[in-house]
């Protein structure tokens, strides 16, 4: 079949509107199994097809692309790279955008071999036309051509082929073409940058990541909140760390969540704000960065009394996100009535929000609750202990209500909370004493997609895993759990039949 398909191939390189051809090599192609393709890749003549491609018909164009697509897969990226150049570049000219995500997808496969790319990086025409790329209405083009770019930048020559010759001035020129473009690049400048320092160097000399900065601290507030998202990628690298720090951006940050009581624009860019020192702070030390930028946590509690769903949903996510290291723990206890009074409006929202809220309040419930065996000394059992208790009145309840509302990422959710909490003494003598809660844990019917069934399971897999719960459950309760995790998540109880004798 394979060799039909080169016949084929040979016939529409024959005929000048080969429509009829095209059609029949497309269900052929599509046929064949990629393996012996492969096998007659030196055999396919893939010019004519390409050559098609500049006619006004679009279904010859859509065609085209579609056999293109499959044989183009046979073929090794050295040889697109050395034979396949020029289609290539008149690929990503193309008016139609599925001619250029072709010719990207393909430069694509070229980038990801070690020996092809350098063919590429000798092609400075082929370069600046991906560069363009990025810079047309088509998203999905311009993130085909950013991710290429980036993985050429993985290499010292690829590094010095777009900083270093007037790629970087075709780079500044797409970037004027608007606010959304520019911001395409500052994507990809960060990508770069968070390979490594040496990266990052490239980065800062060209001037575009100081670029960046500065319109992260100017006064467009928009700018502002589309930019922060940028840097905060910058610093989940050490050395982008290290960058943001020596050159003050950090305490540029922190003074403009200062100043941003007095702006009855900040909440456009003070989540982001928030979320950057909430990210930095469990990238580095929760402490540390507590204390110097002490108007982080102050804007978290503040948030956190905000009558904005937006602004409490970021403040809980932050606490979420601080709360996940022991760390973090020890700062949010130190705040003392401060933090209790925002466990309090976690806990009302978490039954009185939107679903999305709710959610996301179980998840910071969760993160900020879990204790691993190691760490549970007496000191940390009786804060996690006091923490829920002040979630609510009866706590315990709440989520077990939670868990029964007739939605499925609020029931993982909860059951989540439960898991968290599963392998502390404390709280399983809370399940044990609540009327029907084992029966609730052991009750298959109640899950009824993948996603509940498995977070039913990983709660049975902590307690039965448990040291104490044979104790505190007693032996019998034991041996349920354990039976339950030894017939895995997905476990149907047979249904017996009984057999009527006489009958038919």
Known sequence: MAAQAVALLREVARLEAPLEELRALQSVVHAVPLHELREQAAELRLGPLFSLLNGNNREQTALCVSILEKLLQAVEPVHLARNLRVDLQRGLTHPDDSVKSLTLSQ??????NTEAVSEIL????????????????????AKVAIKSLSRISLTQAGLEALFESNLLDDLKNVMKTND?????VY?????ISSVSSESLNYCTTSGLVTQLLRELTGEDVLVRATCIEMVTSLAYTHHGRQYLAQEGVIDQISN??????????????????????????????????????????????????????????????????????????????????RFERLLVRIGYQAKNASTELKTRCLDAVSSLLYLSPEQQTDDFLRMAESWFSSLSRD???????????PFPELHCAALKVFTAIANQPWAQKLMFNSP?????????????????????YELVKALANSKTVAEIFGNSNYLRLRTYLSEGPYYVKPVATTAVEGAD
């Open 180 to 184: 959304v473009v520019r911001y395409r």
């Open 122 to 141: 000798n092609n400075v025409e082929l370069l600046k036309q991906i560069v363009y790329c990025i810079g047309g209405e088509n998203l999905s083009v």
């Open 256 to 337: 403009i969540i200062v100043g941003a009581d007095s702006d009855p624009f900040s909440g456009f860019y003070l989540p982001g704000f928030v979320k950057f020192f909430g990210n930095l702070a469990v990238m580095d030390s929760p402490q540390q960065i507590c204390e110097r930028y002490p108007v982080f946590l102050e804007k978290v509690f503040e948030m956190a009394d905000s009558q904005d769903p937006t602004m409490i949903g970021v403040a809980v996510d932050t606490v979420g996100i601080l709360g996940s290291s022991v760390e973090g723990k020890q700062v949010l206890q130190k705040t003392g009535t």
């Open 187 to 191: 994507e990809l400048i960060v990508e």
């Open 436 to 456: 029907g809660f084992v029966e609730f844990v052991m009750d298959r019917s109640v899950e009824h997609d993948k996603a509940s069934k498995d977070a039913k």
């Open 107 to 112: 430069i694509g496969r070229i980038v990801e």
């Open 395 to 405: 706590s315990l309840e709440l989520f077990r209500g939670i868990s029964n509302q």
